[in-house]
C-alpha cells in the first residue's frame, strides 16, 4: 500500500506498466524476529522516477485511475493489466475494506508528513542548490541545457490537494475532515496512524513545538490514535468528545 502510494504521488509515466523491482535478502526461511530488511521478505524497490514529478508534462495526471480503472484511452490496459502486482493491487484496493483504509491511511499519512508542499518545496530548493555551482559545466561537457525546473516546483507545491481529490472520486468517499492533535508533549506523544507526532516528524510545520498538530484525513476511512506515554507516565483512557462534538470519521 505504500509503495503504490508514493508511486501514484509521484505520477511517475514510466510505471506501472515497467520498473517494479524488489529486493530481499536471501535467509533460508522467514525470520520474524529479525531487523527490519533481514527477516528474508520481498520488499519494493522504489527506482527510476526520473519522469514523474512533474518533469515529463504540463498538467500531472490522474495517476489513480490509470492503476484502478486501466482506461484503454489513457494506457496501455494489456501491458499495465499483466503485471501480477497491479493486477494485485486492482483487486485488494477495490474489493478488500481493510486493505482500501490501509491504502488511503498511508497516502494520507505521507501527504500530512514527508510530502507536505513546503517540505516538498525546500527539498528541492536544497537540491538545487547543490548542484548549481556545476550546472554550467556539466552542461558544456555534455552538450546539453539542463536548467531549473520551474514545473517540479509547482507539482510539489499543488500535488496533495489534487491526490486528495483523486482519491476522493475514485473510492466516492464524502470528502476530507482536519484532524488536530494536541497534547502536553512532557508526558507523552499520539501517534496518528503511522506518524508519531513530535519533533521528528517530516514536514511538521513547527518541530519546536510538535502540539498542536493538524493532519487532513479521509471522511469514511478509520484513523488510529495511539497514546505514548512519556518514561514515568502511564496512559489512563481515552475521554470521548459529546456527541454533537465528535468528528465523523
Not at 522504489?46 to 512533474?54: H, I, N, Y
Not at 490522474?62 to 494485485?88: F, K, Q, T
Not at 488511503?104 to 542548490?129: C, G, H, K, T, Y
Request: overall charge neutral; some cysteine; charged content about 20%.
Amino acid at each position: 500500500a505504500l509503495y503504490y502510494a508514493i508511486q501514484l504521488y509521484y505520477d511517475n509515466l514510466d510505471w506501472p506498466q515497467n520498473n517494479h523491482e524488489l529486493w530481499r535478502k536471501r535467509t533460508a526461511e522467514y525470520l520474524p524476529q529479525a531487523p527490519c530488511g533481514h527477516d528474508g521478505r520481498w520488499r519494493w524497490l522504489l527506482t527510476d522516477l526520473d519522469v514523474g514529478f512533474g518533469f515529463s508534462r504540463s498538467e500531472p495526471g490522474n495517476s489513480l485511475r490509470r492503476v484502478v480503472d486501466l482506461p484503454a484511452d489513457e494506457y496501455a490496459i494489456d501491458v499495465v493489466s499483466n503485471i501480477p502486482a497491479n493486477r494485485m493491487f486492482r483487486s485488494l484496493v477495490l474489493h478488500n475494506r481493510q486493505f482500501r483504509s490501509l491504502f488511503i491511511s498511508a497516502a494520507a499519512d505521507l501527504m500530512n508528513s514527508a510530502f507536505v508542499p513546503q517540505r516538498a518545496v525546500a527539498l528541492l530548493q536544497q537540491f538545487e542548490a547543490g548542484i548549481a555551482p556545476y550546472r554550467a559545466e556539466h552542461n558544456r561537457r555534455w552538450h546539453v541545457n539542463t536548467a531549473v525546473q520551474p514545473s517540479m516546483f509547482a507539482f510539489a507545491s499543488n500535488r496533495p490537494a489534487m491526490m486528495r481529490q483523486h482519491i476522493l472520486a475514485q473510492f466516492g468517499l464524502a470528502g476530507t475532515a482536519e484532524i488536530t492533535v494536541n497534547a502536553d508533549s512532557r508526558r507523552g506523544r499520539v501517534q496518528v496512524n503511522s506518524l508519531v507526532i513530535d519533533e521528528n516528524l517530516p514536514g511538521h510545520p513547527t518541530p519546536e513545538t510538535p502540539y498542536p498538530w493538524m493532519g487532513i484525513y479521509f471522511q469514511g476511512v478509520p484513523v488510529r490514535l495511539t497514546a505514548l506515554p512519556a518514561p514515568g507516565y502511564r496512559f489512563a483512557g481515552w475521554q470521548e468528545y459529546p456527541e454533537e462534538t465528535a468528528a465523523t470519521l
